[in-house]
């Protein structure tokens, strides 16, 4: 289902199509479709927007890319003890137990980038505090080296728009160049990696890979199940 509800403030009916696309704009049957698992599947939510060409899979798979099953497109049994764990890792004391080390960050951050606006340069408030921060938040709760958080936004950008965005042939092929290797970096630190990411990535990889979805893509990315 395409959930919308942001953009259509008062819908004429709880649900309607749109563009194709089946409309749910009430609370409770986003709650309901998200609930069934039974009638409606997550497995496509990782599937790429732009099918991804011969080459630039090749390129992916010479370094062992693949999505396993997450979060996000993890339809089977094994969501719950997944988001178990990660619950355990993001838990409100450990949240709390951060704040005087992020409090100092932002601070420290923030500082920097008043100082380069005092001195007349353009700053980019995105890239230099809000994008830095919580990735490095994130980093500590998961017990990964902070610096390393550079190397992850690379990664996720380039993936962003390599599986979200409207890249033409020759931009996928740079994209996959660049996710490729980063891939396979973080695999590694992952693989051998203690503490939170370490049990994290060595639930994931035990979990089964999502059914198998549509070859047609869907911007619901929530596609009900043939009966």
Same mark, same amino acid.
């Given at each position: 289902?395409?959930?919308?509800?942001? $953009?259509? @403030?008062?819908?004429?009916?709880?649900?309607? /199509?749109?563009?194709?696309?089946?409309?749910?704009?009430?609370?409770?049957?986003?709650?309901?479709?998200? =609930?069934? /698992? !039974?009638?409606?599947?997550?497995?496509?939510?990782?599937? *790429?927007?732009?099918?991804?060409?011969?080459?630039?899979?090749? $390129?992916?798979?010479?370094?062992? #890319?693949?999505?396993?099953? &997450?979060?996000?497109?993890?339809? &089977?049994?094994?969501?719950?003890?997944?988001?178990?764990?990660?619950?355990?890792?993001?838990?409100?004391?450990?949240?709390? =137990?951060?704040?005087?080390?992020? &409090?100092?960050?932002?601070?420290?951050? =923030?500082a920097v980038a008043a100082h380069r606006l005092r001195a007349g340069e353009?700053?980019?408030?995105?890239?230099?505090?809000?994008?830095?921060?919580p990735l490095a938040a994130l980093a500590r709760l998961m017990d990964l080296?902070?610096?390393?958080?550079?190397?992850? $936004? +690379?990664?996720?950008?380039?993936?962003?728009?390599? #599986?979200?965005?409207? @890249?033409? @042939? !020759?931009?996928?092929?740079?994209?996959? !160049?660049?996710?490729?290797?980063?891939? *396979?970096?973080? /695999?590694?630190r992952a693989a051998s990696a203690g503490g939170a990411t370490g049990t994290?990535?060595?639930? &994931?990889?035990?979990?089964?890979?999502?059914? @198998?979805?549509?070859?047609?893509?869907? +911007?619901?990315?929530? /596609?009900?199940?043939?009966?």
């Amino acid at each position: 289902m395409l959930f919308e509800l942001w $953009k259509h @403030p008062r819908p004429a009916a709880p649900a309607f /199509r749109r563009d194709g696309q089946v409309v749910v704009a009430s609370h409770r049957l986003a709650r309901e479709v998200l =609930a069934d /698992r !039974e009638r409606f599947s997550a497995a496509n939510a990782l599937d *790429a927007v732009v099918p991804v060409p011969a080459g630039p899979l090749r $390129k992916l798979a010479s370094h062992r #890319f693949r999505l396993p099953a &997450t979060l996000a497109n993890n339809d &089977t049994a094994t969501h719950g003890p997944i988001r178990e764990r990660f619950g355990e890792v993001f838990a409100p004391a450990r949240v709390a =137990a951060l704040r005087p080390w992020l &409090t100092g960050l932002a601070r420290r951050t =923030a500082a920097v980038a008043a100082h380069r606006l005092r001195a007349g340069e353009d700053v980019d408030l995105d890239a230099a505090v809000s994008s830095e921060v919580p990735l490095a938040a994130l980093a500590r709760l998961m017990d990964l080296d902070v610096a390393a958080t550079r190397e992850v $936004k +690379r990664f996720s950008r380039a993936a962003l728009e390599l #599986f979200w965005g409207d @890249p033409d @042939p !020759e931009r996928q092929r740079e994209l996959a !160049e660049a996710v490729g290797p980063f891939h *396979a970096l973080l /695999r590694a630190r992952a693989a051998s990696a203690g503490g939170a990411t370490g049990t994290c990535a060595r639930r &994931t990889a035990r979990t089964p890979r999502p059914r @198998p979805c549509s070859s047609s893509w869907s +911007r619901a990315r929530r /596609r009900p199940r043939s009966s």
